[in-house]
């Protein structure tokens, strides 16, 4: 069984308790590797790589820091394939998805940033005939990134590339459901020439490799990515040792649709937004608000479309579902639709487990689910699913829209479908959430402020946001 290994000190290596965890294959309930179980030894030796790497990585110049992010970039550029099936094998998601999203934005992640550092700049004052003032952004240190199973290498680079790039040295854990494409760019940086201890990828449990990361009292910053309840126990954890926080949480995003919408194009791209890798992502959107006129219409256009989509093996071109990450989360979402019928939901289409022939036959599949009928303030419309379950609510005002859509704990991500300029924009301004499409859904410019209000999170990732994250200001002040 191969075993992936720690990236520790520019070395492959074995996690000092030489114990491992299980990695399965979505796909076919089987497991075929082995995750390093890693514990505080692995992150003390870690850190100690970082800082002995951090002097020189902090004054390595601007371009030759961005040519070695860009060789890591081409690095996973020329293994495309390999790492395209290494994550949808790992993640469950089909193989047309990992190349079409998740492996080139990936590369982007490196290549954005890599520019981005030779224009990040810092600002001046000046007050005539007194003083100037001007700021330097240093490099915080070593700094910390967690990421979750859902966008494995997507979400990774998001956080280590501006952490690079802003001069800093990176403890990195990717989750222990999908670790291997973190181990393939640990493959990567090798090859790319990246000092040693600039990067150090330390696999193994949250509660154990991740609780180590945090507690760590030389890791001055963190950036996290994942669920509501485990940034919680991060914010405890590290707020007390005064370190600068990044979490980016769980989401329970609205969809709202008024009469007005282009009927076909929204159908289409809210069942994308809802279904898109399984509904395993924080921004899809899983409460569908429909304005009543068109309720019935749309309901038979939306199910009719997620009838036709495919559940199956993630390898064929065919599929658009694939498998759910893990047997845990396999089942949690299946309680949840049970949980919709038990608060009255009608299942309009899915609402079942589905059992595959052939390699698959002991995957972790479901059949995409929509479900009517739901009061908008019951649980199944209140918390996070995170797997391909959608509810559909009409509305017959904005007011009661906007209010159905701001009831949530959550505010990461909404969808506004409207041709009425002046509405979307008032819509788009009151409703809570870090992020407004407007009559789109995950279209992305790297540059943008990302991230959410509420229980989805604290600070912003994106552009220079994550930059300023990756840095600490420090104000110099200069008599006249
Ligand atoms: P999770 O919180 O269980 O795990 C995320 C990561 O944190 C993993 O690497 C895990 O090992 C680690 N971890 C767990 N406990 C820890 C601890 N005590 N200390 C340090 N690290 C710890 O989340 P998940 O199940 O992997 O991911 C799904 C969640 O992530 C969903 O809630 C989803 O909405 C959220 N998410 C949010 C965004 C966003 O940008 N806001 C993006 C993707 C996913």
Not at 79 to 99: C, M, Q, Y
């Amino acid at each position: 069984m191969e075993k992936i290994l720690n990236y520790i000190n520019g070395v492959l290596q074995e996690p000092s308790s030489k114990q491992y965890i299980d990695n399965y294959e979505p796909a076919t309930g089987k497991v075929y590797s082995l995750v390093p179980d890693s514990d505080g030894q692995d992150v003390q030796l870690a850190v100690d790589a970082a800082r002995g790497a951090f002097a020189e990585w902090s004054k390595t110049g601007l371009e030759e820091r961005m040519m070695v992010m860009m060789k890591i970039a081409d690095g996973i550029q020329s293994r495309f394939h390999e790492f395209v099936k290494a994550e949808s094998k790992d993640n469950g998601k089909t193989i047309h998805l990992a190349a079409a999203m998740d492996i080139p934005r990936a590369i982007s992640n490196f290549r954005f940033y890599a520019s981005a550092l030779q224009h990040f700049s810092s600002e001046s004052h000046q007050t005539p005939g007194t003083a100037i003032n001007y700021t330097l952004r240093q490099p915080v240190g070593i700094v910390g990134c967690i990421s979750p199973w859902n966008l494995p290498l997507y979400l990774f680079s998001w956080k280590i590339a501006p952490a690079l790039a802003t001069g800093n040295c990176v403890v990195a854990k990717p989750s222990e459901i999908t670790p291997y494409t973190a181990y393939l760019l640990s493959q990567v940086c090798i090859e790319a020439g990246l000092p040693k201890g600039v990067l150090n990828i330390v696999h193994g449990l949250g509660g154990k490799a991740g609780q180590a990361i945090i507690e760590h009292p030389e890791i001055k910053a963190i950036s996290f990515t994942g669920g509501t309840e485990t940034g919680k126990r991060i914010a405890a954890t590290a707020a007390p040792m005064f370190k600068k926080l990044s979490l980016e949480l769980g989401g329970k995003n609205p969809t709202l649709v008024f009469a007005d919408c282009d009927f076909e194009e929204t159908v289409a791209q809210t069942v994308r937004a809802s279904f898109t890798n399984q509904g395993e992502i924080c921004l899809c959107g899983s409460r569908v608000f429909v304005e009543r006129s068109i309720y019935e219409k749309f309901k038979a256009s939306f199910v009719a479309r997620v009838k036709a989509m495919k559940v199956g093996d993630p390898n064929d071109s065919t599929t658009n579902l694939g498998a759910i990450v893990s047997k845990q989360h396999h089942e949690k979402v299946l309680g949840y639709i049970e949980l919709a019928r038990q608060e009255g939901g009608t299942i309009l289409t899915g609402g079942n487990a589905l059992k595959m022939d052939g390699r698959c036959s002991d995957g972790y599949f479901i059949a995409p689910t929509v479900i009517e009928g739901l009061d908008y303030n019951c649980r199944t419309q209140q918390e996070e699913i995170f797997g391909p379950v959608a509810t559909l609510t009409p509305f017959d005002t904005e007011e009661e829209a906007l209010t159905m859509a701001n009831s949530v704990k959550y505010g990461l991500a909404s969808s506004i479908w409207t041709n009425d300029l002046k509405r979307a924009h008032r819509v788009a301004e009151k409703i809570e959430s870090g992020i407004v499409w407007i009559n789109c859904w995950l279209l992305r410019d790297l540059r943008t402020p990302f991230g959410g209000v509420k229980a989805s999170g604290v600070g912003r990732e994106g552009g220079f946001e994550a930059m300023k994250f990756f840095t600490e200001a420090k104000n110099i002040c200069i008599k006249s």
